[in-house]
């Protein structure tokens, strides 16, 4: 998707990659997030700077349903407010002390983070399968060149010569995140394909980013 979709929805990582009691550093338009998924397997997404010190919060760890600062500890719920401090165990922290939260779904394997309100649904990929996600040194012009194809309004690049593999893209600052996705009911050898299609591309996109560097 295109970078200035502040108040539209981001597709910041797979369903795959963030298991229960954990979390994950994850961009959108407006920054990087902590992206965490309670021991219950609630999905939040939370600015990523402790209020207390300033450590990032996806350095952090995930007990339970709350996300701690790795740092002092300061625990945080889904919802942003502070919940525990350890230096202070009797003490109940004022509302004021709080995380900044966006609001995210989780749709078809894919995480979506919207900063700001949306005006629409995150797109509808119910024909699709995630496979896996990668980075691109390139933008996405450079993407569709070595796709052939142009990026769509839903954020998917279909490659030309392998039209049942698309990439749900996304910039973030000079470079590209891609979830590569695939029609339900290939087979695994398919899988495979998809795989090294989409690391192909991505090389080429590369290379073709330094050429206009």
């Not at 298991?19 to 990523?48: E, F, K, M, N, Y």
Request: hydrophobic residues 40%; charged residues 20%; neutral net charge.
């Amino acid at each position: 998707m295109p970078s200035d979709t502040a108040g539209s929805w981001t597709p910041v990582a797979l369903s795959a990659d963030l298991p229960p009691a954990t979390v994950i550093p994850a961009w959108t338009p407006a920054g990087s997030i902590a992206l965490w998924r309670t021991q219950s397997g609630r999905v939040s997404a939370s600015s990523d700077r402790c209020p207390h010190r300033g450590m990032r919060l996806s350095h952090g760890f995930v007990r339970g349903e709350a996300l701690s600062c790795i740092y002092h500890g300061w625990s945080y719920s889904p919802a942003g407010g502070c919940i525990r401090i350890p230096a202070h165990p009797d003490l109940v922290p004022p509302e004021t002390i709080r995380v900044a939260v966006h609001k995210v779904e989780e749709s078809g394997g894919v995480i979506w983070v919207a900063v700001g309100e949306p005006s629409a649904s995150q797109p509808s990929l119910d024909d699709l399968l995630p496979l896996r996600s990668l980075t691109a040194e390139a933008g996405i012009p450079a993407l569709e060149g070595a796709a052939g194809a142009k990026i769509g309004m839903d954020g998917l690049i279909p490659i030309a010569n392998c039209p049942w593999v698309r990439l749900l893209s996304t910039e973030q600052a000079g470079r590209t995140l891609i979830h590569v996705m695939i029609e339900k009911d290939r087979s695994p050898a398919d899988r495979v394909t998809a795989s090294r299609v989409a690391e192909a591309v991505r090389r080429q996109a590369e290379a073709r980013q330094k050429e206009v560097a």
